[in-house]
């Protein structure tokens, strides 16, 4: 059997949801067939690529080595496809609309509302790690749209002539490490508990090095930190080599966990800046959505959601009910 993306797909989808019942329903496949499918890929690939166990699947030796280049594929080949059928469309002579972001997990919860919406408009997407450069691109009428976020105590350069909507004024910023870390086992980790690991940062992203530096300044820590992006990050925090900063809303695998740090240190500000404040009320309503989906779905972050902002004794609303006045989005021009 040749391995194709499909089956690079079923590897990433299992060792995301650490279950194969979890990964068939994930990919619209019956387990068996699943089942059927991982021992083929396995053969082809010559080793056992996941640990089954009581509690759900973990990747061996071999199948974390086999993930950490299956995800760049997976991931090269949904951009190839997004900006094939984008050029089909401008080549049909179709409206775009032409969003930026930065790195976010409500991004595909908020394409998929806006290509269900009635605007007809196909929204392309383009992601970057600079929040200015897209911001640029957007004053400069590359994009329609920019969604991206702003590192607390780095202010971004907002070209005047963009309308900017705060979708949430401070977001935590989490931290992911191995699941067998002695800090894992706590709710809410304290920074020193990390401060002799090794931090991995993406240097790349506006602000976020300086960020961190001043928050290990502040609580007189001096971690060695190195530069790398957080794909690779993700990678060798499972297998306990580096902790790195992580979004509240990222998805824990079996193999790492997402936690909030006491106190929140470091925080970021989430806007969506447009060209035209009828361009950004076309879309917000379905970005505001889309984030407090992934927002609930994340338990770390639910549970730093209620512990902090829901009232004693109030049941927490599910994603889609929940309107979160405390956090409501306001209109700004900065």
Request: glycine letters at 6%.
């Amino acid at each position: 059997m040749e391995l194709e993306v499909r089956h690079l797909r079923v590897l990433c989808a299992i060792a995301d949801t650490g279950s194969l019942h979890k990964a068939a329903r994930e990919l619209g496949m019956a387990q068996p067939s699943l089942s059927t499918q991982l021992r083929r890929i396995e053969h082809a690939l010559g080793g056992q690529l996941f640990a089954r166990e009581r509690t759900g699947c973990r990747p061996t030796p071999l199948g974390r080595a086999v993930l950490s280049r299956a995800r760049p594929l997976v991931a090269e080949l949904s951009a190839l496809v997004r900006e094939a059928r984008s050029a089909a469309a401008r080549a049909a002579g179709g409206p775009n609309l032409r969003i930026g972001a930065t790195a976010s997990r409500a991004i595909p919860g908020w394409l998929r509302r806006l290509r269900a919406g009635p605007s007809g408009r196909e929204p392309t997407l383009q992601m970057d790690v600079s929040a200015n450069a897209l911001l640029r691109m957007a004053a400069a009428g590359q994009l329609d749209v920019a969604f991206v976020h702003e590192v607390e105590g780095t202010p971004l350069r907002v070209p005047p002539e963009l309308d900017v909507r705060v979708l949430v004024e401070r977001e935590p910023q989490f931290v992911m490490i191995a699941a067998d870390h002695p800090a894992a086992a706590h709710p809410v980790v304290r920074l020193g508990d990390l401060a002799a690991d090794r931090w991995m940062v993406d240097a790349t992203v506006d602000g976020e090095w300086d960020a961190l530096c001043r928050v290990f300044r502040n609580a007189g820590l001096d971690p060695f930190m190195l530069h790398g992006d957080y794909l690779t990050a993700s990678s060798l925090v499972a297998s306990g080599e580096v902790v790195t900063v992580s979004q509240p809303s990222s998805r824990a695998r079996p193999e790492l966990v997402i936690r909030p740090l006491e106190g929140d240190p470091i925080g970021v500000r989430l806007l969506l800046a447009a060209r035209s404040e009828a361009e950004a009320d076309a879309v917000f309503p379905q970005l505001e959505e889309a984030y407090w989906e992934v927002a609930w779905e994340a338990p770390a972050y639910r549970e730093w959601l209620r512990r902090t902002h829901t009232p004693p004794g109030a049941e927490a609303p599910s994603p889609r009910e929940e309107e979160m006045p405390f956090l409501r989005a306001e209109v700004t021009n900065l």
